[in-house]
């Protein structure tokens, strides 16, 4: 918890009780609406319908079919847990234009194979935790070549049917995790960017149960209990990145698997969650000079690396080793040797307290590079490098008059680059304060003579942050996994949302997020809007502290102006720590813009680098459908925290 005590002068912040705080209606389940809102029509079988937005919501009403009378232009159609036990022929024919649909959490058992064909522009699929299905053996995607989402998770399958992708060519994501799958024949596949076969039975990796023909991106193995890999099936995927992890493999399995990496296009091999506790001898050495150029072992039990393991792979460009229990001292100079295209090294969330990076030909240092490592290290060797004392390393020398103490200090000189008075001399003889203020511009021109090669940043989150709504999907996509969802709601909490955003962004809130939850979310009366609604005679902090822990859900709205102001971060920080705590996916970030990446503060970086759930406004109108849908059912759900799905 973010102490405030010292920040706290700052507050000033009108806290008026608002009447949102009285809880209008109060009683167990969701299915009675306290009133209806405009542009809503309580429809049949308790449907709401939004006639403007061509949605229909039927969640949780008890169906037992799929209802038959709601408006037949109905674009997106939300059945999430019903009772529906059959899928028939003529079960969409009333609504072809149905983009969107939902039929998660029911009890199909049987879909006839021409179910879907008339819907012809079907994008989003969600068939996921109906544990009794038995997909038709053939053709039931054969019109659905518009899919972009495919949800397939908990169903029980025991196999898939051959084509099941073969007439859909570009597939965001295919997910397949929790079933019971012990082989795959994929023959027929386009491209796919992500496939996740995530918690299945897989066994064999070998020709005669592991056919996989899709362009991926990403193919996700985790958890699958693999026992024995033909080194020719990983050669001969089509896959960039592949996700391995779960489960204690073999040596002899970890063997073949690097083998088959050596010679296929594999770009990035991802080892997560526990498996690997140390390398034998020689490991990777049949990759040397492959096409690997991105190694990750996000949260193993890694304790030690042996001397030279990753030695002379040329190519690798990025090697990550978050959540381990490496002691950093481990990293000795000689480790670099022959990784001569490696540019990132993440290190942090280890056991680090000493980063040495002693003779590396570092030249100029980056602060942005060392900021999300600074609170886990104590000491730091920068000795035999030759580094460009200016005033651009202003940064580094508070540091160093914080809490780090810099190693082998008389072997820490600066360059014949540096500022004329420091040249040769110790890093600690720069006195910024000194120097700078006055002499910046004079020494500003000296030029550069030195080249600078900067062999190693030690720590990037390096992300794209394009407007993707897959990944949240892929979060969403985690509703398979029952045992993981919270059973309280949101009559168990004293609030229902709280929201937290920066007051130049109240515009939005007002036009746009509270009519959008009053229409979509009308039982969710106990809201708190911003700073105004927190509780009255409370530190400020320890409000927001409250409100948060006390909601059912917490929504946080950034916006460039947002991450830059101090105290918004605070309150981010607060809300992160209960997501720590409490181990619940509790939030939901909005992006109201793209925030640049430089701009983007650490914690963002973090929740975001962590798979959290985030949604990102548009200002396209399709887009914005896309967006409600998708808030509003993140809002109705808490997921425990997991890191199952892959964070990129
Ligand atoms: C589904 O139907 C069964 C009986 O057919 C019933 O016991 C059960 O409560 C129903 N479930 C829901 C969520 O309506
Ligand atoms: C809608 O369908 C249900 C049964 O599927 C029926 O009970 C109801 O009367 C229908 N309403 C209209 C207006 O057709
Ligand atoms: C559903 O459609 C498929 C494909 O057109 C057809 O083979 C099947 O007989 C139909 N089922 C029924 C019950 O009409
Ligand atoms: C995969 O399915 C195709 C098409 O049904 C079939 O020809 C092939 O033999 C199958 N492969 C394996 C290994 O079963
Ligand atoms: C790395 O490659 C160099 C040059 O090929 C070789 O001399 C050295 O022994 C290799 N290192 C290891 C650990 O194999
Ligand atoms: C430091 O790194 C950041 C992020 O990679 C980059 O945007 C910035 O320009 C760099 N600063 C300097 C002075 O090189």
Redesign the pocket.
């Known amino acids: 918890m973010a102490n405030g005590s010292i920040l706290y002068p700052l507050l000033v912040v009108c806290l008026l009780v608002s009447s949102s705080f009285q809880s209008l209606h109060r009683h167990d389940g969701d299915s009675e609406m306290p009133f209806l809102t405009l542009g809503m029509d309580k429809s049949f079988h308790g449907c709401d319908q939004n006639l403007e937005l061509k949605e229909a919501s039927c969640s949780n009403k008890d169906l037992d079919t799929v209802p038959q009378n709601l408006s037949e232009d109905t674009e997106v159609l939300d059945l999430f847990k019903n009772n529906i036990t059959k899928l028939l022929n003529s079960s969409f024919e009333v609504y072809p234009l149905i983009n969107t649909l939902d039929i998660s959490y029911n009890d199909v058992r049987t879909i006839e194979s021409a179910t879907f064909y008339p819907l012809k522009g079907l994008m989003d699929l969600d068939l996921s935790a109906n544990s009794r299905l038995v997909l038709p053996a053939t053709g039931v995607f054969m019109m659905s070549s518009r899919l972009s989402i495919l949800v397939l998770a908990s169903l029980n399958l025991e196999s898939l049917p051959n084509d099941i992708l073969k007439w859909i060519p570009n597939l965001d994501v295919a997910d397949l995790t929790s079933n019971q799958l012990s082989f795959i024949n994929v023959s027929s596949c386009g491209m796919v960017d992500s496939v996740l076969l995530t918690g299945n039975l897989l066994q064999h990796l070998t020709a005669s149960d592991f056919t996989f023909s899709c362009h991926t991106v990403t193919l996700d193995l985790r958890y699958n209990h693999i026992q024995s890999v033909d080194p020719g099936v990983i050669a001969s995927l089509h896959v960039r990145s592949l996700y391995l992890g779960g489960y204690p493999l073999s040596d002899k399995v970890w063997a073949n698997i690097i083998l088959g990496i050596s010679r296929s296009d594999i770009e990035q091999l991802t080892i997560l969650e526990g498996s690997i506790g140390a390398f034998p001898k020689g490991f990777f ?1 049949p990759l ?1 000079d492959s096409s690997l150029s991105v190694l990750d072992f996000f949260n193993n039990e890694l304790q030690s690396l042996r001397p ?1 393991v990753f ?2 792979l040329t190519k690798l460009r990025e090697l990550r080793f978050r959540y381990n229990q490496l002691p950093i001292d481990e990293i000795q100079p000689d480790f670099f ?2 990784m001569n295209a490696l540019k990132v090294l993440t290190i942090h969330d280890n056991r680090l307290t000493i980063l040495s990076l002693a003779n590396n030909r570092l030249t100029r240092l980056n602060q942005s590079t060392f900021k999300p490592i600074f609170s886990s290290i104590s000491s730091l060797d920068l000795s035999k490098n030759p580094i460009d004392c200016n005033c651009d390393l202003k940064w580094l020398i508070d540091w160093l008059n914080e809490h780090i103490r810099l190693k082998e200090k008389d072997k820490t000189i600066c360059s014949s680059a540096s500022l004329e008075p420091l040249r040769q001399k110790p890093l600690l003889d720069f006195e910024p304060n000194e120097l700078c203020i006055i002499n910046y511009g004079l020494f500003s021109l000296i030029p550069l003579a030195s080249i600078s090669l900067v062999v190693i940043s030690v720590l990037l989150y390096h992300y794209r942050w394009q407007l993707r709504y897959k990944l949240f999907l892929l979060k969403l996509a985690v509703l398979g996994y029952k045992e993981m969802r919270d059973a309280r709601d949101h009559n168990d909490y004293e609030f229902d949302v709280t929201i937290i955003f920066y007051d130049d962004d109240e515009e939005w809130i007002r036009e746009q997020l509270r009519p959008a939850l009053e229409e979509r979310l009308p039982q969710f009366q106990r809201n708190v809007f911003g700073d105004e609604d927190l509780v009255l005679g409370m530190h400020y902090l320890d409000s927001v502290d409250y409100v948060v822990s006390h909601s059912y859900k917490t929504i946080i709205v950034l916006s460039r102006a947002a991450v830059r102001d101090h105290w918004f971060i605070l309150k981010f920080r607060t809300t992160m720590d209960h997501v720590s705590d409490t181990l619940t996916e509790f939030v939901v970030v909005v992006f109201l813009e793209d925030i640049p990446d430089d701009e983007m503060p650490f914690l963002a970086r973090l929740y975001l680098s962590d798979g959290r759930p985030y949604i990102h406004w548009t200002e396209n109108v399709i887009g914005q459908q896309y967006f409600w849908v998708e808030l509003t059912k993140n809002l109705t759900i808490n997921l425990r925290t997991n890191d199952l799905i892959p964070n990129e």
């Open positions: 050495d040397r030279l030695s002379n040797e022959g």
